[in-house]
Nanobody, 124 residues
Framework: QVQLVESGGGLVQAGGSLRLSCVAS????????TGWFRQAPGKEREFVAS????????NYADSVKGRFTISRDNAKNTVFLQMNSLKPEDTAIYSC?????????????????WGQGSQVTVSS
């Protein structure tokens, strides 16, 4: 099992950048495929990006391609989401999720472990 903790959220102006971190406070994250999902007020949770446990395969939602980059540092037991060129529509609570040895997937139902979320607010 892993216990996930997100950090790095905050308030930023449109066009700015933030880097979110997802740390496994318990467990070894290197054996888990990890994804980032977000949920804005009044909207359903949506997929943002995912990275395979080997770090070889990545997937992105069309809305963030070219602006967001997911990466992992297994030595630090951490997965990152670098967010550049942020837009007001990126405002949401961002949560990381993990699935043991699974393939990189956009399906939130396949992920077994979830963090508590980190608020990202982009002002216009």
């Amino acid at each position: 099992q892993v216990q996930l903790v997100e950090s790095g959220g905050g308030l930023v102006q449109a066009g700015g950048s933030l880097r979110l971190s997802c740390v496994a406070s318990r467990g070894i994250l290197s054996t888990y495929t990890t994804g980032w999902f977000r949920q804005a007020p009044g909207k359903e949770r949506e997929f943002v990006a995912s990275i395979s446990w080997q770090g070889v395969n990545t997937n992105y939602a069309d809305s963030v391609k070219g602006r967001f980059t997911i990466s992992r540092d297994n030595a630090k037991n951490t997965v990152f989401l670098q967010m550049n060129s942020l837009k007001p529509e990126d405002t949401a609570i961002y949560s990381c999720a993990a699935r043991k040895f699974g393939t990189s997937s956009q399906d939130s139902g396949l992920y077994s472990y979830w963090g508590q979320g980190s608020q990202v607010t982009v002002s216009s």
